[in-house]
């Protein structure tokens, strides 16, 4: 079972929730896609350490065969080509290895090289096997790298997919295939305008969900009264707890230091089995 933890903002709970939901399992795999910058693995710190790279095809003009017609610029969407001093210029940056230049030059004067983006690191942390993806800095999308990951997993275990914040393409490219999705929201207003960013998302890609409100209080609580609004199931409902925000600050994973919060991540992913498998 694929299990997608996600939210509007970064430092909503996201990885507090996907790290000990893993770790509160017999037997899981923890997949970082938030693959500009991962930390999951500062928590799991993982040994074993075996680590591929991710190598995207970039275009390469042969000069002698370009006659400037600049259809491969006209196509190109992302501007990672132009024509300067009578050549054709790629800007890596920015290109998103389509192919589309390739294809369509009439000269065949473009060409495929090979170039890497980042790379996937697989360790092994107690019952969890940690896999993470890092992006090179300056890259424009880390799409590829989160394909890839998401790719060589199979079905047997339970994968919890810790996706980047927001609603961007890479959020989209984390929970496409996944058969449930938590959305984590601070009980802020903020929290709440941000938790509606990622309801939409879910609702447009037809997937199961419910809420996960981290921080709560008994105080007025504008996430709370979103879910209530739109109907959304509350699985869980972490404290305001301040054993558990030093815990996470120091990057340390709670199920494994405390019984209480083993039995709140354990009871989480027993209610997340009883929605995709009731």
């Keep these: 079972m694929k299990i ?18 893993a770790a509160a399992s ?23 350490l075996y680590t591929q790279n991710v ?11 370009c006659n400037g017609c600049r259809k491969c610029i006209d196509f190109c969407r992302f501007n990672a080509l132009a024509y300067i001093g009578e ?28 170039r890497v983006i980042g790379r996937i690191e697989t360790g092994i942390s107690h019952n969890v096997k940690v896999i993470t ?35 961007a393409c890479v959020v989209m490219e984390s929970i496409k295939d996944a058969d449930f999705c938590i ?13 509606a960013m990622v309801y939409e998302l879910v609702g447009l890609f037809d997937k199961p969900f419910a809420a996960v409100l981290n921080k709560y209080t008994d105080d007025d609580n504008p996430s709370e009264l979103f879910c209530s609004k739109k109907h959304i199931p509350v699985l869980a409902k972490i404290p305001f707890d ?16 405390k019984r209480e919060y ?10 997340v089995y009883q929605e995709v498998r009731p």
């Design 26 to 48: 017999k037997n899981a795999v923890y997949i970082d896609c938030d693959v500009e910058e991962p930390n999951g693995h500062l928590f799991f710190k993982p040994e074993g």
């Design 87 to 114: 050549k054709i210029k790629v800007f890596d940056e920015v290109c998103h290895s389509c192919g589309g230049c390739i294809l369509l030059c009439p000269q065949k004067a473009m060409l495929e090289r090979d």
């Design 133 to 167: 993806g890092i992006l090179n800095t300056g890259e424009a999308s880390g799409v590829p790298i989160i394909r890839r990951m998401l790719d060589s997993i199979s079905e047997e275990d339970t994968f919890i997919i810790d996706c980047p914040p927001g609603s």
């Design 242 to 257: 301040k054993e558990l925000g030093e815990l996470n600050s120091n990057a340390i994973i709670a199920v494994r230091e």
């Design 183 to 195: 959305l984590v929201a601070e009980s802020t207003i903020f929290g709440a305008h941000n938790l």
């Design 262 to 271: 083993k039995l709140l991540f354990e009871e989480l992913l027993a209610k």
């Design 4 to 21: 997608a933890v996600l939210s509007g903002k970064g430092g909503a709970g996201k990885t507090l929730v996907a790290v000990n939901m």
């Design 55 to 65: 190598v995207v095809k970039t275009p390469e003009l042969n000069p002698s065969k």
